[in-house]
């Protein structure tokens, strides 16, 4: 249920409001402050909410049930975008493109580090590479693990890349404090005991989409973290399994404004897993741009052909380079900052 307020409400009557709501009924009210106007969202049952008592109070505007399941990942409850900081002071959601740019695994010192130096050069915010590799065959390349984890913080020392990677279980958050944003993958978005525990720590997520999840279900992912408190996450469209074999998913272009309109949450595209190939990068990542996309997850690779996992849709360092100077000049047309 969603409570807009008159602008002349002052912050005392507000304050007694809120309290006689929680104290008639088992609710948690999420207080919007926008320059006009204050806007409550009430979350739990609210089927035993009077609405008209609540809507004949002085200082009400309107009241509206909310058919949404998610309600602190809804923009009815938080009409202006989420902007995250970084404790460095970078920004997603402020209205700029950010590249976040890497390999696909974490293999070594030379090319973790060598790598982050040219995508950092090439315009990229963040350094994302994997350590813990969930894979589709136990037999494939299982990532450098904690190993992998200590080489990407020693090219966030070298590069001042703040550092992307992925998370596979909650007994492993201990290991990511250097981490500055984690990452949930596609196969782990309903892993539920993970979201929660996520919930409960201070760094932004970025969320990515299942192979076969709607894009409520993954709004309802993102409603599981941040019921727990934590507010900061990234949403990212990386592909959908369909009945088309030529490319690795379907990006689902679409879910870009559809995120955006239904949330608050920056959206951010990943058309590296999205096409499976490298020469589709850089078309799908234009439209992600077009599409008002807040950034890229783009994988960069130092020899493709030798990558031990998805050097068939890496990019060289070169070829990034080119691909993200034209990324931001789309970027500018459509109102993006770099
Ligand atoms: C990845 O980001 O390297 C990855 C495994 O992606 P996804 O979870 O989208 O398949
Ligand atoms: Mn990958």
Redesign the pocket.
């Known amino acids: 249920m969603i409570i807009v307020l008159k602008p002349e409400c002052t912050n005392d009557q507000l304050e007694q409001f809120i309290e006689r709501l929680t104290s008639h009924y088992d609710l948690q009210v999420n207080t919007w402050v926008g320059t006009q106007r204050t806007v409550l969202g009430l979350i739990g049952d609210t089927s035993s909410v009077d609405m008209d008592y609540i809507a004949a109070q002085d200082l009400v505007e309107s009241v509206k049930r909310v058919q949404e399941p998610y309600k602190k990942a809804n923009r009815k409850f938080h009409p202006d975008n989420t902007v995250i900081t970084l404790p460095g002071g970078q920004k997603i959601g402020d209205g700029s493109l950010t590249l976040m740019a890497g390999p696909?695994s974490v293999e070594g010192e030379e090319q973790i580090c060598g790598i982050a130096e040219r995508v950092k050069t090439a315009g990229a915010k963040f350094l994302r590479g994997?350590a813990f590799?969930?894979r589709t065959s136990p037999y494939s390349f299982q990532g450098m693990k904690a190993e992998g984890l200590a080489l990407l913080s020693e090219a966030k020392k070298k590069t001042g890349l703040p550092i992307v990677t992925?998370i596979m279980r909650v007994s492993h958050l201990e290991l990511f404090e250097d981490v500055d944003i984690i990452?949930v993958?596609?196969?782990n978005m309903q892993n539920f005991e993970l979201l929660k525990e996520l919930g409960k720590i201070k760094k932004p997520i970025l969320l990515?989409r299942g192979?076969s999840s709607t894009i409520e279900e993954l709004l309802m992912s993102a409603e599981y973290i941040m019921a727990g408190g934590n507010e900061q996450v990234i949403l990212?469209e990386?592909g959908i399994r369909t009945f088309e074999p030529y490319t690795r998913n379907t990006l689902d272009i679409s879910a870009v404004p559809v995120l955006k309109k239904l949330s608050h949450l920056p959206v951010v595209v990943?058309p590296s897993?999205a096409g499976g190939i490298a020469w589709l990068v850089e078309p799908l990542a234009m439209a992600a741009v077009a599409a008002g996309a807040d950034g890229l997850?783009i994988?960069v690779h130092n020899d493709p052909p030798h990558a031990l996992s998805?050097g068939a849709q890496s990019l060289t360092p070169d070829q990034f380079d080119r691909i993200s100077s034209r990324l931001f000049e789309v970027g500018k047309v459509f109102g993006k900052t770099r």
């Open positions: 696909c994997g590799k969930p992925e990452q993958g596609a196969r990515k192979l990212c990386r990943d897993h997850i994988e998805d």
